[in-house]
């Protein structure tokens, strides 16, 4: 029962913040970054930096009705509202995610869901929410 979810996290503007701050002050970023999300997720959960700017989280979720976007929303506020410490002072940064979420019934292979999990990310950015991706097409 309940729903498999993988939750995608592009942290936004990366190649401009390199670009502007450097790779060392970028380093230190996504190190902060990263342990602040990893203190956010539950033990049990599978947290993986896919690329230098995405991470996917991989989650069970006993009951179907909490694989929903708002299940989320703590996360998704505690990476975006708290500016993050490096040795070049505080940064501020934004990040998007957008969720898909599959049920026992459905039929769908692991590659196809982290695929179809970055579809939502420019629409989270412009929203500033999470948003949610169909299994379907």
Request: charged share 25%; with cysteine; aromatic share 6%.
């Amino acid at each position: 029962g309940g729903a498999a979810c993988v939750l995608m996290i592009r942290i936004d503007h990366y190649a401009q913040h390199e670009s502007r701050h450097g790779k060392a002050l970028m380093q230190q970023l996504v190190l902060a970054f990263s342990r602040r999300l990893r203190q956010l997720v539950r033990p049990m959960d599978i947290l993986a930096r896919i690329t230098p700017d995405h991470f996917c989280l991989i989650t069970h979720q006993p009951e179907a009705a909490n694989a929903t976007p708002g299940s989320f929303r703590r996360l998704y506020d505690g990476l975006n509202h708290r500016a993050y410490k490096t040795a070049g002072g505080f940064f501020q940064m934004s990040v998007s995610a957008s969720l898909i979420r599959a049920f026992e019934k459905d039929e769908i292979d692991a590659e196809l869901m982290l695929t179809r999990s970055t579809r939502g990310l420019d629409a989270s950015r412009d929203s500033k929410r999470i948003t949610e991706q169909a299994i379907a097409g």
